[in-house]
């Protein structure tokens, strides 16, 4: 069992920058792979972004490639969200989830993950 706390949402302007952490409550969290999603008001829960255990491995969707950058620090247990550029379009909360997993994989679907944050809000003004 992990228990995972995202941290680091709020309100900014369209432009500006916001970076989420996701930190564990356990030391084996640096053999988990991560992955970002949110979920806006009214839409599907989509994939943001995804690391590797080691964060040698990552991946993004489209529409935020160039913008935002997964990272970890397996030393602190967190996996950080870097969100620069941000539009109104990435308004939602943003969630963590975590596997136990130590190959070079990476997952974007919901459903590979079997540990999941409360979520922070995340939103972007025009």
């Known amino acids: 069992q992990v228990q995972l706390v995202e941290s680091g949402g709020g309100l900014v302007q369209a432009g500006g920058s916001l970076r989420l952490s996701c930190a564990a409550s356990r030391r084996t969290f640096s053999s988990y792979a991560v992955g970002w999603f949110r979920q806006a008001p009214g839409k599907e829960r989509e994939f943001v972004a995804a690391?590797?255990?080691?964060?040698?491995?990552?991946y993004y969707t489209d529409s935020v490639k160039g913008r935002f950058t997964i990272s970890r620090d397996n030393a602190k247990n967190t996996v950080y969200l870097q969100m620069n550029s941000l539009k109104p379009e990435d308004t939602a909360v943003y969630s963590c989830?975590?596997?136990?997993?130590?190959?070079?994989?990476?997952?974007?679907?919901?459903?590979?993950?079997?540990?999941w944050g409360q979520g922070t809000q995340v939103t972007v003004s025009s």
């Open positions: 989830a975590a596997r136990p997993d130590t190959s070079t994989f990476y997952y974007i679907r919901a459903e590979m993950y079997g540990f």
């Open positions: 690391i590797s255990w080691s964060g040698d491995s990552t």
